[in-house]
């Protein structure tokens, strides 16, 4: 479920909800392998990704984009088309605004842009 999820992953609620089902159903499956018995209903999800020491969907996809931008910016991930498209914020204000931005990137004007690989590779 997380193989290339950097540029695959969906942002609407709706297809987010769809894979987070794949992931409850198995995680209802391993416990009825241990239990003999699938969890009643309305068993919280979290209970179960902390009883197979698991992490939401959401904070798994948050750590790969944090990873990869990491590992790009830092020339351990060869992806020169991601790097010429960044811009780092340089200027003197960033050091005394309360809420520096580390990357320029000019403001996405449609959702194709906003939630594009580059933009959420620099806005985590």
């Known amino acids: 479920m ?3 999820n950097v540029v695959w992953f969906p942002y609407y609620n709706i297809h987010i909800n769809n894979i987070e ?18 969890p009643p ?9 902390e009883r197979y020491s698991m992490t939401a969907l959401e904070n798994r ?16 991930l060869d992806c020169h088309d991601i790097l010429r498209r960044i811009c780092f914020n ?15 990137l000019p403001t996405p004007r449609t959702n194709v842009l906003k939630f594009s690989p580059v933009y959420r590779l620099c806005y985590i």
């Open 2 to 4: 997380e193989y290339a």
């Open 21 to 38: 089902k794949v992931q409850r159903r198995f995680l209802k499956y391993l416990y009825f392998r241990e239990e003999r018995t699938y």
């Open 41 to 49: 209903v309305g068993f919280p999800q979290i209970m179960l990704l």
């Open 61 to 76: 996809n948050k750590l790969f984009l944090a990873l990869t931008i990491y590992k790009v910016v830092n020339n351990r």
């Open 90 to 104: 340089g200027s003197p204000r960033l050091l005394i605004s309360r809420k520096p931005e580390l990357f320029a």
